[in-house]
Structures are given as C-alpha cells and as structure tokens.
C-alpha cells in the first residue's frame, strides 16, 4: 500500500533519530565529537543562511556545485557509455576487440585513476568530471552491450530483408529492446558516479563541493557539518537513483509494459 511505503521508512527514522539523541545526551559523549540530531539540524539551517557576504547559502552552493558536476559527468557517460555498448553489442568483431578491455577496467576503483589526471589536467572541475564520468560509464557499457546482445538476431534479419538500414534497426528494434538494460545500467551509473565524485571532491575540488565540504569540516573539527554533508549525499543520492531513474523507468519500460512494477 501507498501509505506503508511512506509510513514505515519514516516512522523507522523517527525512532533511530530518538534513540541516537537520547543515547548520545545520556552517554556523557563530547557533544562536539558526537553530535545529536538536534545539533545537526541546526546546523542545517545555519548553513541554509544567507549573509551579506555571501548571499546564496553556503550548503546550497556545496549541494549546486557537486550536482552540476555529476551531471556534466553523466551526460558524457550516457552519451559515450550507451554508444560504445551499442557498437559492441551490433559488431562481432568491435565486442571481440573492445570486451576484454572492458572486463579489465572495470574491477579498477576509479579513485586509481586521480592521481594521473592531477597530473594531466590540474585540480579542479575537469579532472573530477572525467574521473566521475569514467566510473559511470562502465556500468553503461555493460549493460547496453548485454542487452543489445539479448536481442533476438530473427527480427534484425527480418529488417534489414525489408531493406532497413542500420539506422532503422537501431532505431525499431536495438534501442527498445535494450531500454530496460539501459536503464538498469543508468542506476547502477548514477550511484557509482556520486560515490566517485565524493572521493574526486576530498582530492582535487578547488574550494567547492559536498566532498570538499566534508574533508574541510573534518580539518575544523566541524563535526555537525561533516555530518550534514553525509546527510545531504543520502538525500541527494536517493533523489538521483530511486526518484529520478524510477520516474524513467516509470515513463519508459513500465509504461510500455517491458518492466512490472510491484
């Protein structure tokens, strides 16, 4: 039912919020270290605080900051991750000489590859949203190339005898019936990327960022504001894989009937 799906998560963070704060006040912690939620959620609404200073608030500057670069990633990945799967899972001779290579990078961390681009390209946006978008567009490779491969080779034929080119077969056949994979993969994308680009952030942000923000508390000693970055990569985090994929998933393969929903 609709109202469980709602009810229950948040009546089971309502009690772990009351059981960390009447545990951490209780305990005797130093409330500096050990914060309770109250203290976090005050300092939420500090952070939401313009000043004359600066009048956007520092938080949404942070969370602005790190989306714009997820989704420069993303948007590469996507486009690169989907076209590359999409020539491996139509050419033999493309997945026989592209395959092994993809099975090779795909268990290296993506951290690994920070320390090169730092080299390569400084600290600083680009280097974050390449290594972002090299963690991203694995997942899509894999999976557009297993879909397209899942495709039965019967309906191809049956197109290209009819004169279809291979613009048409792509268009009739390939691409709705790799949607699912393709989305699929899109999920697993954005949660490897936002992960990645928290760890790119601790490194090579230049001053901006919910990583930077994180790693620049914890020098302060600004517990309260390590965890209101953690609290906002959940939320964020969630919005990207579970609201926004699910809305595409609902729009696209569910609608169509290629996906159930339970």
């Known amino acids: 039912m609709t109202w469980q799906r709602f009810a229950l998560p948040t009546a089971a963070l309502v009690l772990l919020f009351a059981a960390w704060e009447a545990l951490f006040r209780a305990s005797g912690f130093n409330l500096e270290l050990f914060p309770p939620p109250s203290r976090i959620v005050a300092t939420i609404f500090r952070l939401l605080e313009p000043t004359e200073a600066r009048p956007v608030p520092i938080l949404l500057i942070h969370i602005g900051v790190s989306v714009g670069r997820l989704l420069a990633a ?40 920070i320390p090169i681009l730092l080299l390569w390209a400084g600290r ?18 894999y999976n557009t190339t297993a879909g397209v491969r899942g495709v039965e080779r019967g309906q191809i034929r049956a197109l290209r005898t009819f004169g279809a080119s291979r613009i048409d077969v792509m268009r009739l056949v390939l691409l709705p019936a790799t949607l699912t994979s393709i989305v699929a993969g899109l999920r697993l994308a954005f949660g490897q990327a936002w992960r990645t680009l928290v760890g790119a952030e601790f490194i090579a942000t230049p001053k901006a960022g919910l990583g930077y923000m994180i790693f620049n508390a914890r020098n302060l000693l600004q517990v309260e504001v390590m965890f209101v970055g953690l609290f906002a990569l959940g939320v964020f985090g969630f919005l990207f894989i579970y609201v926004l994929v699910g809305r595409l998933e609902d729009r696209t393969v569910v609608r169509w009937g290629m996906l159930s929903r339970q």
């Open 74 to 113: 993303m948007l590469i990945a996507l486009v690169v991750g989907v076209g590359i799967g999409l020539l491996m899972g139509m050419n033999r001779y493309v997945y026989a000489a592209f395959q092994p290579l993809v099975n090779a990078l795909i268990p290296i961390p993506a951290y690994a590859y």
């Open 124 to 141: 600083g946006d680009l280097s974050i949203v390449i290594v972002t978008a090299i963690s991203a567009c694995l997942p899509l490779i």
